[in-house]
């Protein structure tokens, strides 16, 4: 089965670049999608096939997947940015499933 | 606006059954696939199951796979999840999310429910 691996946790201080990896086999031939999940609240997508922004989801919020490597990088960072983030594709090489990376804690500093 | 609720949780004994339902508004429900994810606590996303529109076409994780069954009632904008054979890893968080797209596969999820809680215990 199809594993995408992220950083447990990643941490920055306000008015920095955040950049959160995900990692998969030959990810850049698939559609990545990220999302957002502060506590107690349900997921929210920010980013979507690769680097699309959902309408409402500030332009500060950007991906990039090439190669073996996807990354959602957050501008500007604000304290209400932190959270837990995940990538996720689809695996339709034997059948089709979606897949989830572990997440990625958002601190910031 | 676009909505999805959840309703169904609760606590289950291990080997028993449960049903939950997930209720949508705002959207042509049947031009829209939908998927159940779960999150154990403290745990990460994990997706389960999808369905197109039409309902036509099923997906399940290895996890879940003979012993759920997804379905949708698309006069009532409804979506379910009969959940069988439950077992102590099945305790979690049900999301139920929609795609931007007749079929599932490729696609984000969009649009997610508010969640409801699971807990299989004696």
């Known amino acids: 089965s199809y594993v995408l691996t992220q950083p447990p946790s990643v941490s920055v201080a306000p008015g920095q670049t955040a950049r959160i990896t995900c990692g998969g086999n030959?990810?850049?031939?698939?559609?990545v999608h990220w999302y957002q999940q502060k506590p107690g609240q349900a997921p929210v997508l920010v980013v979507y096939?690769?680097?699309d922004r959902p309408s409402g989801i500030p332009e500060r919020f950007s991906g990039s997947n090439s190669g073996n490597t996807a990354t959602l990088t957050i501008s500007r960072v604000e304290a209400g940015d932190e959270a837990d983030y995940y990538c996720?594709?689809?695996?339709?090489?034997?059948?089709?499933?979606?897949?989830f990376g572990g997440g990625t804690k958002l601190t910031v500093l | 606006e676009v909505q999805l609720l959840e309703s169904g949780g609760g606590l289950v004994q291990p080997g028993g059954s449960l049903r939950l339902s997930c209720a949508a508004s705002?959207?042509?429900?049947?031009?829209?696939?939908m998927s159940w994810v779960r999150q154990a606590p403290g745990k990460g996303l994990e997706w389960i199951s999808a369905?197109?529109?039409?309902?036509?076409?099923?997906y399940y994780a290895d996890s879940v796979k003979g012993r759920f069954t997804i379905s949708r009632d698309n006069s009532k904008n409804t979506l379910y999840l009969q959940m069988n054979s439950l077992r102590a890893e099945d305790t979690a968080v049900y999301y139920c999310?929609?795609?931007?797209?007749?079929?599932?596969?490729?696609?984000?999820?969009?649009?997610w429910g508010q969640g409801t809680m699971v807990t299989v215990s004696s």
């Open positions: 030959n990810i850049g031939s698939r559609n």
């Open positions: 996720q594709v689809w695996d339709s090489r034997s059948d089709h499933r979606g897949v």
């Open positions: 999310a929609k795609a931007p797209a007749t079929v599932p596969t490729g696609r984000a999820f969009d649009i």
């Open positions: 096939d690769d680097s």
């Open positions: 369905i197109s529109g039409s309902g036509g076409i099923t």
């Open positions: 705002g959207f042509t429900f049947t031009n829209y696939a």
